[in-house]
């Protein structure tokens, strides 16, 4: 019997490719693992393999040829149908596949390895995403993605479509008000398509992110990833069947990933994705980070979960001096070793994170970690909670799937709980309770407007017609209302309306509870709710809305009459910006209006983007930031706000 394959150590900067011998497709399989190194000017020719490993209780066998003969080695059973149908039948073929390029038992090497996977599917040839056999349908799944995409074009930094120049272009493709051509049956082989478990994989986002070219594999049909990336978007933005609610927006998620991003974007994005080990919520996400985020961390398989989440936490805050990763918390009901502070990434988060957060402006963190596990940070005491009013009631039935039916019964419920409560007139805080029951994401927050977010005032003409308690008042607005009840429920999901003893209303986390205080944190961009404990310290809750407290009120003030806060595009950058604008006179600036004079011994700089944001640079220390020092707590003390240090557990 043929001793089982044993690899040999790698070199630094090395990695093994995989080379599979020709044969027929009912051949066994035979394989040579040669150890390369990755050189930025001479890169080898390979393909690199992303799949789903699929279970490892039943395996498949290759043989790894070397100069001493064929040894076994045990691969699943996914990873073998993927080498079968890439195997030629007269010439070799070279790969790139992580369970076997890897040595899976060697921990050192697997930690550098996983730092080398960035390198990988950046220098590989192409990409190729293997999603299985055929199966449910999904050649006519593939096909009808190739039909949809192949005739649209998108511009990626707005997410944009319009019609592709074609001859078989369809003129009722971007035409939303008509319905889809698909039979049923399409239909379903789309929806088991995006429910395979490639999509389900955490490693794929950056697999995919970092290719320069990729496509899709499915038993024998082959799909250009530009185009099915267009596909998803255009049915992401169109409404389609039922069979879809699932699983198209994991997908559309993911074709939105075009560039580095925040930490917490990319985290709200991921949340859904799968990974064997908890530690890769960090580790496999480092290279769809902004460089700035990455922190210098490098995979460390010897580190436990508990100490890469904290060490992640503290760093960003001495590094970075933001706290915007405390936004990730959600307090749970269940056992865990992780302090209320520390994110378990480990877990999908509830809440979706909020869209439209400048709560402490542009200030810095002012924190520390303490032996014992304490982390203090610093803010303002903004409210106490009242009341929680549960919006959208669970079930324990795991297959149950929220309706429109049951969105429109949940608003109404909550309209009237509002209503009954007393402290607060419906009528004439129809704005306060709008903005709140879509945490402010709507098209009016942004510069330009963005058309595929709902309109504020058609949003107010819905919230009118609901309490008109007329079904004609509903009828005229129906199609807004639809909308307004997607984004309702997309924000409240997970989450408890609630009403403070200052008079206050907000959405914060369903564990929220009365008596729970909300607090703004100096370099957290999200109001906070924290639960006192016995001991003078606090339990973080998590992240919430709160009407007007949202653009710094608690440290600034109000704004002045007419002007807004927005999130303004730059095309030039290709991201948002806070500005302001006076809509009364039509005009917008990055300086908040709110701002008095720097503080002596600082200057604002002038640069190219001083359009965009503001540096200022400390004439005594000689240092340059993008933290405005008049939201340093001294300047905010002299101007009357009461800051305090929170002892967070």
Request: charged share 25%; aromatic share 10%.
């Amino acid at each position: 019997m043929t001793d089982q394959y044993e690899y040999m150590p790698l070199a630094e900067q090395q990695i093994r490719l995989l080379t599979i011998f020709p044969g027929s497709f009912d051949d066994d399989l035979h394989l040579n693992l040669t150890p390369v190194t990755l050189l930025e000017d001479q890169p080898p020719e390979y393909h690199a393999l992303s799949y789903a490993w699929g279970s490892t209780e039943r395996c498949e066998t290759v043989h790894i040829v070397t100069s001493e003969g064929q040894h076994p080695l045990p691969v699943t059973q996914n990873l073998h149908s993927a080498l079968k149908h890439l195997r030629h039948t007269t010439q070799i073929s070279t790969l790139w596949a992580d369970a076997i390029c890897i040595n899976q038992d060697d921990v050192k090497e697997r930690s550098a390895q996983v730092a080398r996977m960035a390198a990988v599917f950046q220098t590989a040839t192409k990409v190729v995403i293997w999603l299985g056999l055929e199966a449910d349908g999904s050649t006519g799944a593939i096909r009808t993605l190739s039909a949809i995409g192949s005739v649209i074009n998108v511009d990626w930094n707005r997410f944009a479509i319009t019609q592709a120049d074609t001859k078989h272009a369809d003129s009722d493709l971007l035409d939303f008000s008509k319905r889809w051509s698909f039979n049923i049956d399409t239909w379903i082989s789309l929806s088991r398509l995006l429910t395979r478990g490639w999509f389900e994989r955490l490693w794929i986002w950056q697999e995919v992110f970092l290719a320069r070219c990729a496509g899709i594999l499915c038993g024998q049909e082959w799909l250009n990833w530009e185009c099915f990336r267009k596909a998803i978007l255009l049915l992401g933005q169109r409404p389609v069947h039922r069979y879809l609610f699932d699983s198209l927006p994991r997908a559309v998620e993911f074709v939105y990933t075009h560039k580095q991003d925040s930490l917490v974007k990319v985290m709200e994005r991921t949340k859904y994705a799968q990974c064997s080990d908890a530690r890769d919520r960090i580790y496999g996400i480092l290279h769809l980070l902004l460089d700035s985020e990455r922190l210098g961390i490098q995979p460390d398989y010897t580190k436990t979960t508990v100490e890469v989440y904290r060490d992640l936490v503290i760093r960003t805050s001495s590094q970075l001096r933001h706290l915007s990763l405390l936004r990730c918390c959600e307090l749970s009901g269940e056992p865990t070793q992780l302090p209320s502070w520390v994110p378990n990434w480990s877990l999908p988060r509830k809440c979706t994170s909020l869209s439209q957060a400048s709560a402490c402006w542009n200030s810095k963190s002012y924190a520390r970690y303490q032996d014992g596990g304490l982390f203090t940070v610093t803010g303002c005491y903004a409210a106490k909670v009242r009341r929680v009013v549960p919006v959208l009631d669970r079930t324990s039935d795991p297959e149950w799937q929220i309706t429109e039916p049951d969105l429109y019964t949940a608003l109404v419920r909550l309209l009237l709980t509002i209503r009954d409560d007393g402290s607060m007139d419906l009528g004439q805080e129809a704005e306060a309770v709008c903005r709140t029951l879509v945490c402010d994401a709507l098209a009016d927050v942004y510069e330009p407007i963005q058309t595929n977010e709902l309109d504020f005032q058609k949003a107010i003409k819905c919230f009118h017609a609901l309490m008109d308690k007329t079904t004609k008042a509903l009828e005229d607005v129906w199609i807004d209302f639809r909308q307004l009840l997607h984004a309702f429920h997309e924000e409240c999901f997970g989450r408890a309306f609630i009403f403070t003893e200052q008079g206050h209303i907000g959405l914060a986390p369903e564990r929220c509870q009365p008596n729970d205080i909300v607090v703004v944190v100096l370099g957290c961009q999200a109001p906070m709710v924290l639960r006192p404990t016995n001991t003078a310290e606090y339990l973080v809750v998590g992240e919430c809305y709160m009407h007007g407290m949202m653009t710094g009120e608690l440290f600034l003030g109000s704004l002045p009459k007419n002007w807004q806060r927005v999130s303004r595009y730059a095309e030039e950058k290709e991201k948002l910006y806070d500005a302001f604008i006076d809509r009364e006179k039509g005009i917008w600036q990055a300086r908040d209006p709110r701002l008095g004079p720097l503080p002596e011994g600082w200057v604002e700089l002038e640069h190219p983007k001083q359009h965009l944001h503001a540096y200022f640079r400390d004439e005594v220390e000689k240092s340059i930031t993008h933290f405005d020092p008049r939201m340093q707590p001294s300047y905010l003390r002299d101007r009357g706000v009461c800051l305090q240090e929170f002892n967070l557990l």
